[in-house]
């Protein structure tokens, strides 16, 4: 039977998908502020966040800590291993990584074998890949730029190459003329968001 878990991130993308939905599938990972769309602050199951204006938040919040993973700051950076197999053998420190990346590495960590991403939407090619939820929350540095994207790309391409034995399912919502980035990784595929409620209708049908 799979483990799975479901990494939220706070892009735009998954704005119409009802997160109540996921409650009873698997382990949930959200990204910085998102428990704030719940009522109860028992969703997710897991917070992390590795910036220090997010974690002020959640501190002013009063949101509890034992739900949260901070992980240390040396994890906070992409793997010097991802510069060194692009020839880039004097990166000892790579780019600054961000609290999707690390939630998912969270879920690689604690051995989960299907991985739903939502609202991670640096694989969107144009300008929503930099929305955000919570845009109007955070401090400029702590926002995404195309750039960033478009690196993320690379760095989560090679991520999931490295672990061949979890299935990533990205979603992506029914847009019309969207475009995406591709990847060379044979175990991330991609779903929209109402294949996600059909799946899960199903099994709530059993």
């Given at each position: 039977m799979?483990?799975?878990?479901f990494?939220?991130?706070?892009?735009?993308?998954?704005?119409m998908?009802?997160?109540?939905?996921?409650?009873?599938?698997?382990?949930?990972?959200?990204?910085?502020?998102?428990?704030?769309?719940?009522?109860?602050?028992?969703?997710?199951?897991?917070?992390v966040?590795?910036?220090?204006?997010?974690?002020?938040?959640?501190?002013?919040?009063?949101?509890?800590l034992?739900?949260?993973?901070?992980?240390?700051?040396?994890?906070?950076?992409?793997?010097?291993?991802?510069?060194?197999?692009?020839?880039?053998?004097?990166?000892?420190?790579?780019?600054?990584?961000?609290?999707?990346?690390?939630?998912?590495?969270?879920?690689?960590?604690?051995?989960?074998?299907?991985?739903?991403?939502?609202?991670?939407?640096?694989?969107?090619?144009?300008?929503?890949?930099?929305?955000?939820?919570?845009a109007?929350?955070?401090?400029?540095?702590?926002?995404?730029?195309?750039?960033?994207?478009?690196?993320?790309?690379?760095?989560?391409?090679?991520?999931?190459?490295?672990?061949?034995?979890?299935?990533?399912?990205?979603?992506?919502?029914?847009?019309?003329?969207?475009?995406?980035h591709k990847?060379?990784s044979?175990?991330?595929?991609?779903m929209?968001?109402?294949?996600?409620e059909?799946?899960?209708?199903t099994?709530?049908?059993?």
């Amino acid at each position: 039977m799979s483990k799975v878990a479901f990494v939220i991130g706070n892009g735009t993308s998954r704005c119409m998908f009802d997160l109540n939905l996921l409650k009873g599938h698997g382990t949930t990972y959200g990204c910085n502020i998102l428990y704030r769309e719940s009522d109860n602050w028992q969703f997710p199951d897991w917070t992390v966040a590795i910036d220090d204006h997010p974690k002020e938040m959640i501190a002013e919040d009063n949101y509890p800590l034992d739900r949260c993973i901070y992980p240390p700051e040396e994890d906070c950076f992409e793997y010097a291993g991802y510069y060194q197999e692009m020839g880039q053998w004097g990166v000892k420190k790579g780019a600054r990584s961000n609290a999707g990346m690390n939630a998912i590495i969270e879920a690689i960590k604690a051995k989960h074998d299907v991985i739903y991403l939502l609202g991670l939407d640096f694989m969107i090619n144009g300008e929503q890949s930099v929305s955000n939820m919570f845009a109007d929350t955070y401090k400029k540095e702590n926002k995404c730029t195309y750039t960033d994207s478009k690196r993320r790309v690379r760095y989560f391409d090679w991520l999931c190459s490295k672990n061949a034995a979890i299935q990533f399912r990205m979603l992506f919502p029914r847009e019309p003329k969207q475009y995406y980035h591709k990847l060379e990784s044979m175990n991330v595929t991609g779903m929209f968001y109402d294949q996600l409620e059909d799946t899960i209708a199903t099994l709530n049908a059993k």
